[in-house]
């Protein structure tokens, strides 16, 4: 099973942009759908953006489209999402997630593999 790692969170103005990696271990991570979770304090896990292993077509949560942009790099086994325009509510704990030959989904039960979580702050 892929093992996934994020990194690139951090604390950023509103209006600012952070960019978040996750690096998968293993050798068919290109055969993996990808999605990135966040989970702010007191609420539930929620979906922001999916990629897919087939065509590399994307979706995203309402609440980031067109502000956050998911994308893959397959020969560096990473998939990444360019965050611009942040806001405070964007504050969460973002995790990246892997689906084994997977539709492109917006639901955490599909997913297989997760990973330890990034903090993302963003302050007024």
């Known amino acids: 099973q892929v093992q996934l790692v994020e990194s690139g969170g951090g604390l950023v103005q509103a209006g600012g942009s952070l960019r978040l990696t996750c690096g998968a271990s293993?050798?068919?991570?290109?055969?993996?759908?990808m999605g990135w979770f966040r989970q702010a304090p007191g609420k539930e896990r929620e979906f922001v953006a999916a990629?897919?292993?087939?065509?590399?077509?994307?979706h995203y949560a309402d609440s980031v489209k067109g502000r956050f942009t998911i994308s893959r790099d397959n020969a560096k086994n990473t998939v990444y999402l360019q965050m611009n325009s942040l806001k405070p509510e964007d504050t969460a704990v973002y995790y990246c997630?892997?689906?084994?030959?997977?539709?492109?989904?917006?639901?955490?039960?599909?997913?297989?593999?997760w990973g330890q979580g990034t903090q993302v702050t963003v302050s007024s």
């Open positions: 997630a892997a689906d084994l030959l997977g539709a492109v989904g917006s639901s955490s039960q599909q997913y297989d593999a």
């Open positions: 293993g050798r068919t991570f290109r055969h993996y759908s």
């Open positions: 990629i897919s292993w087939r065509d590399s077509a994307t």
